[in-house]
């Protein structure tokens, strides 16, 4: 006993001189070397001899780490009786090493595999669907976030994931990123013959497909769910391919739940897998030699003699990667558990790391995603949520040194913001102009088809988070498709999101696409939100609103009647909603225009914005509207700024207008110097509700540079007209100077 405690004495002593010696060697070769870190870790620092003094030092620490080793070496050994021996499940061994594989040759440090910064990384993830295209952006900043090198991204979508990821990524414009797509449907008749009872469907059984879907130039790949967050550098796991046997090609961790060990009720019977199996939440893929091992048809005839007793797969292409693996073992590369901490119910997950610190990847791989039972989930919550939530402007960080390197897509954007004059007193507004604003398209389920309706029409109008309010209220007077583009922070979008998903009212409707537009600037770029929701239109007439009105009950269905009654297809048209005004906050909706006329009379509802800008709606002429039935036609006048339906090829909004004031304005101009008729509809009404001043009109109305800035903008407007419609444009600058 005496002996023992000696021993463990001895090995205390032993450390701490070894940390004090470890200290001052890293203190004093920091001090020699300029330009690296005070503090490398020992095994990444260069040690090179360059003096005597240096080299003993080195020689001393040496010989005192080999004594420490050879004492806890004993230690373990006179302990060994007290224990059965066994190594632990997911202790930190070797990257790649079985169980019970001697490394009493090896260093404290394992074998450090580096990639050169500039290395372009690949990276596959099969994504389909509203959701998932939303849930991977999480996973993307995740990866931005933590990266040193160029990454390409290799997408395989179906149409919708398509559109929303390629938009977001153009608009992103991060640097040395580079994104291709490859189109599902020309995969799915490699796996659709599998059935596949897991709730991933289809798109689960692709990724046995990257051999044939990815370039044939492509050697390797990092394959990711959409499910998976990084807390560390993405290239720390390229390097393990630097590890592979010259058999190995897929890299995979040991899945962490007894899945694969059957029993786990009656009947159950999962596919064959090697012990545990294993998850292909993360997949290192050597492509190369995968083709050249004639990987399709191997794991083709392996899931053809599966599913004969099998009948269907339940874990989708991981039973079958697990099968081919069963198969012949050399082909897996065991990956350290860190790298796959698989966050499902009754997994092992917590076996696989001592400290939190330890961790690299974790995979939310239940449909519970982040209300599964755990217990360090809060831990793992949050570092998902911070991601989720962060503001992905901030990863527009460019790689440097890297030579070669294509010049980043914001480039031109970039030059012609340096050339922009910062002693221009309307400097802050071109800036807002040539602003490129992060875009995610169809944040939510949007499933509306447009028929071959030559007469429908959707709403459009924009809003940020201070109007959500208004939702509800809209999608219960408005049954038609809407599309609404909002400007918020990624924070706030999450917001919206819950918001959305607990309204009854909102969850209900599948016709209501939402764009998210990112914050960015000071201004609130209303133009450019127009832009975006008025673009991503699949009607042929859209309604041009704003947020705070409410439209009359049975707008949607009116407006089709009229827009075939005027053959509005045949003629260029825009139909005029006359807008009114409440100052009441709670209002008993009119539901004629009988009772509208009645309450206009009371004085509890006006003519919108007649007592401060009477100009923008008077030529509606609403003493002729009073009693019309059937349609007018009104001649533009200057500064006229109605609600319009037109067809959805309309001219689009002039996003040099930020802000407050004139975005309207200009439109209506343009539709005029296009020759649009415009005509007023005699039984059509919306009504503006009350609402607190948005701050860039308090801007405009405290700020005597915010409206000659306007001015100039106003100018500059005129003078682009003029060159696209020659003389027809004069009668604008004319009435703008008789003003």
Not at 160 to 186: C, E, G, K
Not at 305 to 327: C, G, H, P, W, Y
Request: some cysteine; aromatic content about 12%.
């Amino acid at each position: 006993m005496f002996r023992s405690w000696r021993m463990k004495l001895k090995v205390l002593l032993a450390t701490v001189t070894l940390g004090v010696l470890l200290c001052w060697l890293y203190l004093f070769v920091g001090s020699l070397e300029y330009g690296r870190f005070l503090l490398l870790p020992p095994c990444l620092s260069e040690q090179p001899s360059r003096d005597v003094e240096r080299e003993a030092l080195a020689s001393r620490v040496r010989r005192v780490e080999e004594e420490n080793q050879q004492l806890r070496l004993q230690l373990s050994q006179a302990q060994a009786e007290g224990s059965d021996g066994s190594p632990q499940w997911g202790a930190s061994t070797e990257d790649g090493d079985p169980p019970g594989a001697d490394r009493s040759n090896r260093t404290a440090c394992p074998r450090q595999r580096t990639v050169h910064k500039c290395e372009l990384l690949h990276i596959a993830i099969v994504c389909a669907g509203h959701n998932a295209s939303r849930d991977v952006v999480t996973l993307v900043k995740s990866i931005l976030f933590h990266r040193k090198n160029p990454l390409h991204f290799h997408f395989i979508t179906d149409s919708v994931a398509h559109r929303i990821l390629q938009t977001l990524f153009q608009s992103w414009m991060v640097p040395s990123v580079h994104v291709s797509f490859y189109n599902a449907d020309d995969l799915k008749p490699e796996v659709s013959w599998i059935p596949n009872k897991h709730y991933s469907g289809i798109y689960g059984l692709m990724k046995l497909t990257l051999t044939k879907a990815l370039p044939s130039n492509l050697s390797k790949v990092i394959v990711l769910d959409t499910d998976i967050t990084f807390a560390t550098d993405i290239a720390e796991l390229w390097a393990v391919f630097g590890k592979f046997s010259d058999k190995q090609v897929i890299g995979l961790v040991e899945n962490q739940s007894d899945w694969y060990l059957g029993n786990l009720w009656k009947n159950h019977k999962p596919w064959p897998a090697l012990g545990r199996g294993f998850n292909t939440g993360v997949i290192l893929l050597l492509l190369d030699r995968l083709r050249r091992l004639g990987w399709e048809q191997m794991w083709r005839l392996t899931a053809e003699r599966e599913l004969m007793s099998m009948l269907s797969t339940s874990l989708a292409d991981q039973d079958i990667f697990n099968a081919v693996i069963k198969q012949d073992p050399s082909l897996v590369y065991r990956l350290p558990c860190f790298w796959n901490v698989q966050l499902s119910d009754h997994t092992r997950s917590e076996q696989c790391y001592t400290e939190l610190s330890d961790l690299k990847v974790i995979h939310w791989n239940s449909p519970k995603k982040l209300r599964v039972k755990n217990k360090h989930v809060e831990f793992f919550r949050n570092l998902y949520l911070t991601f989720l939530e962060y503001d992905g402007n901030l990863l527009r960080r460019e790689l440097f040194g890297c030579a070669g390197l294509p010049s980043a897509p914001g480039h031109q954007l970039q030059q012609a913001l340096e050339e922009l004059d910062e002693d221009d007193p309307c400097y802050d507004f071109r800036q807002q102009y040539l602003t490129q604003h992060r875009v995610h398209l169809f944040f939510l389920q949007y499933d509306f088809l447009a028929l071959l309706n030559p007469t429908d029409v959707t709403l459009v109008a924009q809003l940020s988070m201070d109007r959500l309010q208004m939702l509800e209220a809209i999608c219960k007077h408005w049954a038609g498709p809407i599309s609404l583009a909002l400007y918020m922070s990624d924070a706030e979008a999450q917001q919206f999101l819950r918001y959305a998903q607990a309204s009854e009212v909102l969850s209900a409707r599948r016709n209501v696409a939402y764009h998210i537009v990112y914050k960015e600037g000071q201004f609130y770029p209303i133009n450019l939100l127009r832009n975006v929701a008025l673009a991503n239109t699949q009607t042929p007439y859209v309604f041009l609103t704003d947020i705070d009105f409410l439209p009359m009950y049975g707008l949607y269905e009116y407006l089709r009647n009229s827009i075939q009654q005027l053959e509005l297809p045949q003629r260029k048209a825009a139909l005029i909603v006359p807008a009114f005004e409440t100052l009441h906050y709670r209002l008993t909706f009119p539901k004629s225009k009988a009772e509208l006329l009645s309450m206009l009379d009371m004085g509890s509802l006006y003519t919108f914005r007649y007592h401060v800008w009477p100009k923008g709606h008077a030529p509606t002429d609403y003493a002729k509207w009073r009693t019309a039935t059937v349609p007018y036609r009104v001649a533009w006048q200057p500064d006229f700024e109605p609600y319009v339906v037109v067809r959805r090829d309309c001219p689009r909004y002039d996003q040099r207008f930020v802000g407050f004031g004139w975005n309207k304005v200009s439109h209506i101009m343009e539709l005029d110097a296009q020759e649009y008729e415009l005509l007023v509809l005699p039984n059509a009404f919306m009504i503006h509700m009350p609402h607190a001043p948005s701050f860039d009109i308090s801007k405009f109305r405290l700020s005597a540079g915010y409206r000659s800035c306007l001015q100039t903008l106003r100018e500059e407007f005129h003078q682009d007209l003029s060159r696209r419609y020659g003389a027809a444009a004069l009668k604008y600058l004319t009435a703008e100077r008789s003003l």
